[in-house]
């Protein structure tokens, strides 16, 4: 069984920064990829970025630019750094993992963008 806990949400204004983490722990796993996901209040839940073990990263096309995802496979843990944050990147944001051909989610963690 793999835990994710997730931290580094919370509330900031429009242009602003944040950055959210994932550590991953449990017994005698290993990871494959790792992504971030968000779903806002009445919307689907969607990809905003993953990354591979060897680093390949991809983006949704909202968030190029303004997003990087990055992983420390020694800590088993990935990042989302977030820049110019807009109103519309407001929801929970979830951290996933492909580990042994599961995928297991944190428990989200909230963004608010105010205008």
């Not at 994710?4 to 550590?23: F, I, N, W």
């Not at 992504?35 to 993953?50: D, I």
């Not at 968030?63 to 020694?74: E, L, P, W, Y």
């Not at 800590?75 to 990147?89: F, G, R, T």
């Amino acid at each position: 069984q793999v835990q994710l806990v997730e931290s580094g949400g919370g509330l900031v204004q429009a242009g602003g920064s944040l950055r959210l983490s994932c550590a991953a722990s449990g017994n005698r796993f290993s990871i494959n990829n790792m992504a971030w996901y968000r779903q806002a209040p009445g919307k689907q839940r969607e990809l905003v970025a993953a990354i591979t073990t060897a680093g390949t990263t991809n983006y949704a096309d909202s968030v190029k630019g303004r997003f990087t995802i990055s992983r420390d496979n020694a800590k088993n843990a990935v990042y989302l750094q977030m820049n110019s944050l807009k109103p519309e990147d407001t929801a929970v944001y979830y951290c996933n993992i492909i580990s042994r051909g599961r995928g297991y989610w944190g428990q989200g963690t909230q963004v608010t963008v105010s205008s």
